[in-house]
């Protein structure tokens, strides 16, 4: 019972001892379970020439199981298939081959498992392995003496050793190798079993202290580690140190444009991917990134690719608004000049009810300030118009047509005294031909026929003129 306490106090030493070191490192397991031994199945001739004895390998009668808590298995995964392991087994256990009770048994040490899974998933829920160890192992055999019948092997009487030593050794240098997997229930809690052949080689030739072990466990994975605690582990976080996202590989994305910042030369500026995460800049501030903009450097609307609207003929009315672009004109008239025809309509309204001298084609000093207007108007159009002159229906017809031309040709040589070209006026009357009021009709009524107008006169009037002629 000392022993056994010895044992098991050992046994907590080796689990504080490397727990503790689980704090600098990853991935650990632990697993915590019984095991059972088995000398019988073992042969003479080592694991045996014929293999007589596998016969009790399978014979769950010539195991000697300890009850749980009885083995301590602690692993650390180093690299790809590979995985350092602590195992530890205790308990009091007899040899039946040669007939001796229950001894205290320690075994513990180090193994190496070359782990199966990794040649199709390394999370697989079944987790086989290979295993190799260089262990201490305790078990006394100073109380039996040697040669001995060996019970499990025709009661063959056997030395101890190769040297004929007649008392058994209590420590050896033991190398366990076998099979073993753990059966993963969830990613953190699963189930181990394992079966080891321990050999003592370094024992002058003996056997007796070989045994067959089979183990199982609960298991446990704990320790990885997750520094920036973004739920990431850092073995598959990209940026260990910094909190991150699951579709980055735990790298952040600070300014929130799907692209990762350790990819975002403007981690704080959203942007799109073709530009490395940056936003396109608007140099001249048109809300039309410069990418777009034909004019980077000059606000201009969208729909015109981010320049400016021309104003060919400066006239303030931008040209594609503008009916006239290269001729200066006024938003009335949709950019194009004021028309030829408007020109003479307002100079006829200028003109309106001009006053001549009774019965004759002498302009009154009243009319002064209407023909000053008028001229303005022409000068200002730059046009060539028709002066024509109009009587009521008062008097003979050849006679209100020899006075209309009369006073058609005073009009126009008034204008020319204010300055009109006289390349820009011709004068014709026409006498009482568009008169609609009745000669019957009272002086006033009949004003309104007398009246001198202003038209515009196209090439071919204007070709087929000549000056006062009419």
């Known amino acids: 019972m000392k022993n056994l306490k010895l044992g098991i106090s050992a046994l907590a030493l080796t689990v504080a001892t490397t727990v503790f070191a689980q704090t600098s490192n990853n991935p650990w397991l632990i697993g915590v379970g019984a095991h059972g031994v088995n000398h019988m199945a073992v042969q003479n001739g080592g694991i045996g020439d014929k293999f007589g004895a596998f016969d009790k390998l399978f014979n769950i009668g010539d195991y000697h199981i300890t009850p749980p808590l009885s083995k301590l298995t602690v692993a650390r995964h180093l690299a790809g298939p590979l995985v350092l392991d602590w195992q530890t087994s205790v308990g009091n256990v007899p040899n039946a081959r040669f007939n001796m009770g229950k001894e205290f048994m320690l075994m513990t040490g180090l193994g190496l498992q070359l782990k199966a899974n990794t040649l199709w998933n390394e999370e697989s829920w079944f987790d086989p392995y290979l295993r190799v160890g260089a262990s201490y192992l305790r078990h006394d055999y100073s109380g039996v003496s040697f040669p001995a019948v060996d019970a499990a092997n025709n009661n063959d009487v056997i030395a101890y050793d190769k040297n004929g030593t007649t008392v058994g050794k209590a420590n050896h240098f033991a190398t366990p190798v076998g099979l073993g997997s753990n059966f993963w229930i969830t990613k953190n809690f699963g189930l181990g079993v394992q079966g080891d052949y321990v050999a003592t080689p370094f024992n002058d030739g003996s056997n007796v202290p070989n045994f067959w072990q089979a183990s199982a466990s609960l298991l446990f994975r704990f320790g990885q580690r997750d520094r920036d605690k973004d739920g990431i582990l850092d073995k598959d976080d990209l940026c260990p140190d910094t909190p991150g996202l699951p579709e980055f590989q735990g790298c952040p994305d600070t300014d929130g444009d799907g692209i990762p910042d350790k990819d975002d030369e403007c981690p704080e500026v959203a942007g ?169 009709a009272s002086n006033a009524e009949r004003e309104k026929d007398r009246k001198v107008i202003v038209k515009p006169a196209d090439a071919a009037t204007w070709d087929a003129m000549k000056k006062r002629d009419y």
């Open 272 to 440: 799109p991917v073709e530009n490395n995460g940056c936003p396109w800049p608007d140099t001249d501030g048109d809300g039309i990134i410069d990418r777009d903009d034909n004019c980077p450097n000059v606000p201009g609307p969208a729909e015109n690719a981010g320049c400016p609207w021309p104003d060919t003929d400066g006239d303030g009315i931008l040209d594609k608004d503008d009916a006239c672009p290269t001729v200066p004109g006024l938003a009335q008239y949709n950019g194009c000049p004021k028309p030829i025809e408007v020109w003479g309509e307002e100079a006829t309204v200028a003109l309106e009810n001009i006053l001549f001298n009774f019965d004759k084609a002498t302009l009154r000093p009243e009319s002064n300030e209407k023909l000053d207007n008028a001229a303005k108007i022409i000068k200002d159009s730059q046009g060539r118009f028709m002066i024509i002159g109009h009587t009521d229906k008062k008097g003979s017809e050849a006679y209100n047509l020899k006075l209309s031309r009369q006073r058609a040709a005073a009009v126009v040589q008034a204008l020319e005294a204010r300055g009109v070209n006289d390349s820009a006026l011709k004068s014709m009357g026409v006498g009482e031909q568009d008169a609609t009021v009745p000669e019957s």
